[in-house]
């Protein structure tokens, strides 16, 4: 699995878009990049993943630059319900996933 | 998406003896992975369990101290033993399907005193 790098944490105003980056120089042709989150004493959540195109679902936009070499997790409009640490993996699809260390998000009122 | 039933959700053990979470998923599925997440860290992955054969171990992990059963596509158990207070982490199942993106349990919280 291609390693990936997020910033440890990021603070954001509750209401404004959340923009969380992820550096993956090293991801192969077939790798997807995943999103997860992972709130207080929960399990992960899936948020959304991606090869090549740009995606979008109800609770995120993913926006992987032309040469596959980093993306960002957008959160339109974030809600103190969005703080959490947010995982960013490059992986095959249908594998075991190798966690980093994530950047935890703290939404503020 | 899978829904991923894990028991205990929580336990506190006395060192010494030997725990076995149960993972159970609502639909058949191809992968069951078995994480664990101590105090203040990443997950880890422990080890993929087979469906009829033995579990793939990662690195750092082995069968005598992790062993896995997966009788069917639905079920899995990982047994912690011979625990010690080191092991206390929270412990993961995640299944994936096909390509599909994976699920994970809401984890079962140990604590070994």
């Known amino acids: 699995d291609a390693k990936t790098t997020q910033p440890p944490s990021m603070d954001c105003a509750e209401g404004r878009a959340a923009n969380l980056p992820c550096n993956h120089s090293?991801?192969?042709?077939?790798?997807?990049v995943y999103w997860y989150r992972q709130i207080h004493s929960q399990g992960p959540q899936y948020i959304i993943h991606g090869l090549k195109n740009n995606e979008t679902n109800e609770m995120a936009s993913l926006i992987i630059t032309e040469d596959r070499k980093s993306s960002t997790l957008i959160l339109p409009h974030a809600t103190l319900r969005d703080t959490a640490v947010y995982y960013c993996?490059?992986?095959?699809?249908?594998?075991?996933?190798?966690f980093g260390g994530g950047t935890r998000l703290m939404v503020k009122p | 998406s899978a829904v991923i039933s894990q028991k205990p959700s929580r336990d506190i053990c006395q060192r010494g003896t030997s725990l076995t979470i149960q993972c159970q998923v609502d639909?058949?599925?191809?992968?069951m992975f078995w994480y664990r997440q101590q105090p203040g860290q990443s997950l880890t992955l422990i080890a993929t369990a087979n469906q009829g054969s033995e579990a793939t171990y990662e690195s750092g992990f082995v069968i005598d101290k992790f062993p896995i059963s997966r009788p069917n596509l639905t079920f899995s158990t990982l047994t912690v033993s011979n625990m010690s207070p080191e092991d206390s982490s929270i412990y993961l199942c995640?299944?994936?399907?096909?390509?599909?993106?994976?699920?994970f349990g809401q984890g079962t919280r140990l604590t070994v005193v």
């Open positions: 639909s058949q599925v191809t992968m």
């Open positions: 995640s299944v994936a399907q096909g390509n599909t993106e994976a699920f």
């Open positions: 090293t991801i192969s042709g077939n790798e997807y």
């Open positions: 993996i490059a992986n095959n699809a249908g594998n075991m996933l190798t």
